[in-house]
T-cell receptor
Framework: GENVEQHPSTLSVQEGDSAVIKCTYSDSASNYFPWYKQELGKGPQLIIDIRSNVGEKKDQRIAVTLNKTAKHFSLHITETQPEDSAVYFCAAVKIDKLIFGTGTRLQVFP | DGGITQSPKYLFRKEGQNVTLSCEQNLNHDAMYWYRQDPGQGLRLIYYSQIVNDFQKGDIAEGYSVSREKKESFPLTVTSAQKNPTAFYLC?????????????FGPGTRLLVL
């Protein structure tokens, strides 16, 4: 079955620096990879997603890259701001369900 | 949190008691999901429903039950058989089936055991 590993579990950066979170998946049939941001005490919010027919997708300061051969995908946040501080989850599809990574707590220091 | 509401925000359960968590959506979504979130373990799927009057077990369904009598509603009951119910419970919905449509999450219910 699908297994999603996410690294690092915590990440601290200075405001303005870039942050990168990486995930690997096991099922080569997975073809949809969303990223969610969760603020304290709230539900996760989709921030970007990518499908297996593209290698990269960008939305302002956020980008996601996908390497199907290596079965890993990454979230890139540039010019980080204090409001980017949250827990970020990656996910991959397993048949008709999403399997989530264990999350990365990002802290952006001013 | 879109058009998904969960209630209550906090819920306390006594030993041997069943409790029901509410999830309502006004997005006209066909599919709905229940997840459990524990510290350091991400989100784990409890139950999901792709259409009214039908639902399937997720990865950790033991000790839980659901119903899907209306398209807008997908309540989750935590039964006394669930020995470790303390967690943050999240409901989500999506337009279609197959897990490849964006899932929109509610604000969550935190369940605590007295």
């Amino acid at each position: 079955g699908e297994n999603v590993e996410q690294h690092p579990s915590t990440l601290s950066v200075q405001e303005g620096d870039s942050a990168v979170i990486k995930c690997t998946y096991s099922d080569s049939a997975s073809n949809y990879f969303p990223w969610y941001k969760q603020e304290l005490g709230k539900g996760p919010q989709l921030i970007i997603d990518i499908r297996s027919n593209v290698g990269e997708k960008k939305d302002q300061r956020i980008a996601v890259t996908l390497n199907k051969t290596a079965k890993h995908f990454s979230l890139h946040i540039t010019e980080t701001q204090p409001e980017d501080s949250a827990v970020y989850f990656c996910a991959a599809v397993k048949i008709d369900k999403l399997i989530f990574g264990t999350g990365t707590r990002l802290q952006v220091f001013p | 949190d879109g058009g998904i509401t969960q209630s209550p925000k906090y819920l306390f359960r006594k030993e041997g008691q069943n409790v029901t968590l509410s999830c309502e959506q006004n997005l006209n979504h066909d599919a709905m999901y229940w997840y459990r979130q524990d510290p350091g373990q991400g989100l784990r799927l409890i139950y999901y429903s792709q259409i009214v009057n039908d639902f399937q077990k997720g990865d950790i369904a033991e000790g839980y039950s659901v119903s899907r009598e209306k398209k807008e509603s997908f309540p989750l009951t935590v039964t006394s058989a669930q020995k470790n119910p303390t967690a943050f419970y999240l409901c989500a919905s999506s337009t279609g089936q197959g897990g490849q449509e964006t899932q929109y999450f509610g604000p969550g219910t935190r369940l605590l055991v007295l």
